[in-house]
């Protein structure tokens, strides 16, 4: 597995570095700690910056100059803030093996092409920078790498729900491709004895639409007579989910509800004192696969707890 944590320096950040340590993630991975200074580095060649024209203003020329002076200041500094922070991280997990760099570029693109390039599995960053005026929004950082990740990414927020034994986890279950792949990704996980997992699946009209589509290609459940029960549909498959997780040692309960998704597992994720929420990045509306869907990025923008948006991989 492949981690590239996102780090900025914000008090968002500490949270996510804080978060590492109840995300479950295997004893043995490669994570590189990425800071993105951003600056307008014009690009240099080997002679240097002779190579700017002598024909330039020299007014423009110096100003030129000292833009290079200060990305090249930027980017140090970055660099040094992610050294040290992969060694912070290595402390913490001796196991895995670390590395760090830093980038000139917009923060948001940045993180997404060195994600792609490199390529990571899983990206882990605060919920918001450190321009952010309100805790519960989501940063617009946050919110581009969310939206255009070609992997899954963790939206790492420092919860009270912290003092828990151990970690609470929610998975909001529609059935869906991406669904299944967060429930796999909670089961391949190594959590802690006690952790709790609590799979929530909402009926609204557009999963009763969809699970009416599945049941009546199924003609087990036509001879049975109860392709107009969804819900006996519904808790079958995530009773099903349920008796995977168990398999691997985790206390795993089902709910389902009726009502708007976003506002169930939200209002779920708060009573209950959730740490974490896991989501597909698309559910049954079938939407292209590197779109979020309406309930993945509604909740990834509003729970006051840490949210894992699950892709699965190409």
């Not at 914000?10 to 109840?22: R, T």
């Not at 800071?35 to 060649?45: I, T, Y």
């Not at 997780?245 to 009726?258: H, I, K």
């Amino acid at each position: 597995m492949k981690v590239l944590f996102a780090y900025d320096g914000s008090s968002a950040a500490d949270a996510a570095l804080h978060d590492l340590q109840h995300a479950g993630l295997p004893s043995v991975l490669e994570c590189m700690v990425l800071s993105v200074a951003d600056v307008w580095l014009a690009p240099v060649q080997d002679s240097g910056d002779e190579t700017i024209s002598g024909n330039l203003d020299p007014a423009v020329r110096a100003r030129i100059l000292a833009m290079r002076e200060t990305a090249r200041a930027k980017v140090a500094e970055a660099a040094a803030m992610a050294k040290h922070w992969a060694q912070i991280i290595q402390s913490l997990f001796p196991t895995w093996r670390l590395s760090s760099e830093a980038l000139a570029d917009s923060p948001a693109w940045g993180i997404l092409n060195r994600a792609d390039s490199w390529p990571a599995d899983l990206i882990v960053t605060g919920s918001h920078g450190m321009s952010a005026t309100a805790r519960i929004l989501i940063g617009s950082v946050s919110r581009k790498v969310l939206r255009h990740a070609s992997c899954s990414v963790r939206i790492a927020r420092g919860s009270a729900a912290k003092h828990h034994a151990a970690p609470r986890l929610i998975i909001g279950f529609d059935g869906s491709s991406d669904a299944e792949a967060a429930v796999r990704e909670v089961a391949s996980r190594d959590w802690p004895d006690g952790t709790q997992v609590r799979l929530i699946t909402v009926v609204d009209d557009t999963i009763r639409t969809a699970i009416a589509a599945r049941i009546l290609k199924l003609d087990a459940w036509l001879e049975g007579g109860q392709t107009d029960d969804h819900h006996i549909w519904l808790s079958k498959m995530t009773e099903g989910a349920a008796e995977r997780l168990r398999r691997v040692r985790l206390d795993a309960t089902c709910l389902l509800s009726e009502g708007e998704p976003k506002r169930v597992l939200l209002d779920e994720a708060q009573q209950w004192q959730a740490d974490s929420i896991f989501v597909g990045a698309t559910g049954l509306r079938g939407l292209q696969r590197l779109l979020l869907g309406r309930v993945s990025s509604s909740v990834a923008t509003a729970a006051s707890c840490t949210v894992e948006v699950v892709r699965r991989a190409s």
